[in-house]
C-alpha cells in the first residue's frame, strides 16, 4: 500500500488526503487512484448546505474527505427521521438507482470528492477493483443499518447512548482528530435523540447518570463536548462485547 501511494503523482491531492487509506481508496493502487481522480472534483459545502436533496435525479456520489454530513428522509407533513451519520471515509450516493433516496446536508464545514454515476460506470469497465471497492463500502453501510435496527428493537435507552459517545470517541482516535482532550459531538441532542430513536429527555437523563457515574464529563458552548474518563466502562454502559 504504501508503495503505491508513492507512485502516484507528486502534485496529486491524492498524496495528501487524510483519508486515503480508509474507505474506497484503501486498496486501490496508485492507477486506479489516478483514473479515479481524473474523474472527480472537490466539492466545499459550509455547514447547513444541500449536497444531495431526496427524490432528485441521482447523477453523482461522493466520498467524504472531511467533515461530517447528516442522511435524512421527509414524510409529506414535513417530519423528518435523521438515518444517518456521515464521517470521514464514508461514501455516499446511489449508483445503481436512478433518483436519490434521501437528503444529505452538511453539519459541519466539509469538503468532498464528488463523482459523475456516468463515470463511475465507465471506472467500473476499466477497474474490476474499483467496482469491488464501491460494493464493499455498499455493503459495510447495509451491515451499520442492521446494526443501528438492531440497537432501536433491543437496546436500552442507556445502551444506545453509551454506544453513540463510544462511536464517537473510536472515530475520533481512529481519524487522529485528538490524542486528548475533550470529544466535541457532531450532534445536538436533539438530533442524537433522533438518531437513536428517543426523546431528547431520555437522552438527557442519560447523559447525566453517565456523568454522575464518573464515567463522562460534560462541558457545554455552541457544541456540547464530552471528556471519556473511563472508556471501559462505557463500553459496559453501550453493551460492547469488544472491550
Known amino acids: 500500500m504504501n508503495q503505491s501511494i508513492l507512485l502516484i503523482a507528486e ?13 474506497i481508496c484503501a486498496r486501490l493502487d496508485a492507477g486506479q487512484i489516478s483514473d479515479m481522480e481524473a474523474a472527480v472534483s472537490v466539492k466545499r459545502l459550509s455547514e447547513g448546505q444541500i449536497l444531495m436533496l431526496e427524490g432528485d435525479r441521482s447523477d453523482h456520489v ?19 427521521q435523521l ?3 456521515l464521517r470521514p471515509g464514508d461514501f455516499i450516493g446511489a449508483p445503481f438507482r436512478v433518483t436519490t433516496g434521501y437528503t444529505v446536508s452538511a453539519i459541519t464545514d466539509c469538503e468532498l470528492c464528488v463523482l459523475p454515476r456516468k463515470a463511475l460506470k465507465t471506472l467500473f469497465g476499466r477497474h474490476n477493483e474499483i467496482e469491488h471497492a464501491v460494493m464493499r463500502q455498499l455493503e459495510n453501510e447495509l451491515a451499520d443499518a442492521q446494526s443501528r435496527i438492531l440497537a432501536l428493537g433491543r437496546k436500552t435507552a442507556m445502551e444506545r447512548v453509551a454506544g453513540f459517545l463510544l462511536d464517537e470517541h473510536e472515530l475520533a482516535r ?27 429527555e431520555t437522552v438527557s437523563r442519560n447523559m447525566t447518570r453517565l456523568r454522575k457515574a464518573g464515567i463522562i464529563t460534560l462541558e457545554g458552548g455552541k457544541s456540547e463536548c464530552v471528556h471519556i474518563l473511563d472508556e471501559s466502562r462505557l463500553a459496559t454502559a453501550a453493551g460492547s462485547e469488544d472491550h
Open 62 to 80: 461522493a466520498n467524504v474527505t472531511s467533515g461530517r454530513l447528516k442522511v435524512y428522509k421527509s414524510l409529506p407533513d414535513g417530519r423528518t
Open 83 to 85: 438515518l444517518r451519520v
Open 11 to 23: 502534485d496529486s491531492r491524492c498524496v495528501g488526503c487524510e483519508v486515503r487509506t480508509h474507505g
Open 174 to 200: 481512529t481519524c487522529g482528530d485528538r490524542q486528548a482532550g475533550p470529544l466535541t459531538l457532531p450532534l445536538g441532542r436533539a438530533e442524537i435523540a433522533d438518531l437513536l430513536g428517543l426523546t431528547i
